[in-house]
């Protein structure tokens, strides 16, 4: 069975929702969960399921026979996206949610071309505050804004 940029991808897809599949099992329930029919790993559960299924589907009938071709890519600039990622998540504590994916973004378009200064401030910055305002006061989930020094209580 050859390699196709299809079944490559449906391999990838299988081994994350398997992974997926396992780490949902680590989600601790309370007692009174336990034999509920909704609870914290129902939803999990089920994507994993139907993950691994798709994956499956597109591993048994890809759609192209296109080879997966390594070399013309800018790996370097893979590279780096991956340190900047790994740098987010290292910063968006100390850092808080605004400044640090503020950051994150302005960064990320740079590396993909933009060189306007203004023009990335006036996309990242209102970007973040319009989702971090949607998920504090839309959707009740608490992330923290600020940086470490000015919270309160330290």
């Not at 504590?93 to 378009?109: D, E, W």
């Not at 401030?121 to 971090?132: D, E, H, S, T």
Request: proline share 6%.
């Amino acid at each position: 069975m050859p390699i196709s940029k299809d079944r490559l991808g449906g391999l990838l897809l299988l081994a994350f929702c398997i992974a997926y599949a396992f780490l949902s099992q680590q989600i601790r329930l309370l007692p009174f969960q336990e034999s509920s029919a909704f609870h914290a790993r129902t939803m999990p559960e089920v994507l994993s399921v139907l993950g691994i299924g798709l994956s499956l589907i597109v591993i048994a009938f890809p759609g192209s026979k296109a080879r997966v071709e390594l070399a013309g890519h800018d790996w370097l600039k893979v590279v780096l996206f991956l340190a900047l990622m790994s740098a987010y998540g290292l910063t968006i504590r100390p850092m808080g949610f605004i400044a640090s994916t503020s950051l994150f973004l302005m960064i990320g378009f740079w590396m993909l071309g933009e060189r306007r200064p203004l023009y990335l401030i006036a996309v990242a910055v209102p970007l973040v505050v319009l989702f971090w305002v949607l998920m504090t006061q839309g959707l009740d989930v608490f992330i923290e804004p600020l940086p470490t020094f000015l919270r309160e209580g330290n």
